[in-house]
């Protein structure tokens, strides 16, 4: 399984962005996906993510209303759609996917299988 994450850049402040995860592989199934990040010395922040077996999201409270995920599943891949961009948002943007079924909080990451390398998103004042 494989995970590419893109669609980080540079953006200013209250500006918007689309991150892409496409996972592909022989055993593409999951049973939950979400994206996680991590800004330079600070320790890695479930964002979002979705489990397919309950159909429930979940958001971290500091993009509530602000970020949204989504998927397509024709083409296996999952969006993170994130306007109002603030400086703190500015991370490390991560992928990833649990084919085990992990029953925990999906946000921890710890039920997380596989990763995709990040995707840098940098918001400027």
């Known amino acids: 399984v494989q995970l590419q994450a893109s669609g980080g850049g540079l953006v200013q402040l209250g500006g918007s962005l689309r991150l892409s995860c496409v996972v592909s592989?022989?055993?593409?199934?999951?049973?939950?996906i979400g994206w996680f990040r991590q800004a330079p010395g600070k320790e890695r922040e479930g964002v979002t993510c979705?489990?397919?077996?309950?159909?429930?999201?979940k958001y971290t409270d500091s993009v509530k209303g602000r970020f949204t995920i989504s998927r397509d599943n024709a083409k296996n891949t999952v969006y993170l759609q994130m306007n109002s961009l603030k400086p703190e948002d500015t991370a490390v943007y991560y992928c990833?996917?649990?084919?085990?079924?992990?029953?925990?909080?999906?946000?921890?990451?710890?039920?997380?299988?596989?990763w995709g390398k990040g995707t840098q998103v940098t918001v400027s004042s």
């Open positions: 979705t489990t397919l077996y309950d159909a429930k999201t």
């Open positions: 990833a996917i649990d084919q085990d079924w992990w029953p925990g909080d999906c946000l921890t990451g710890v039920g997380m299988d596989f």
């Open positions: 592989g022989s055993s593409a199934d999951y049973y939950a």
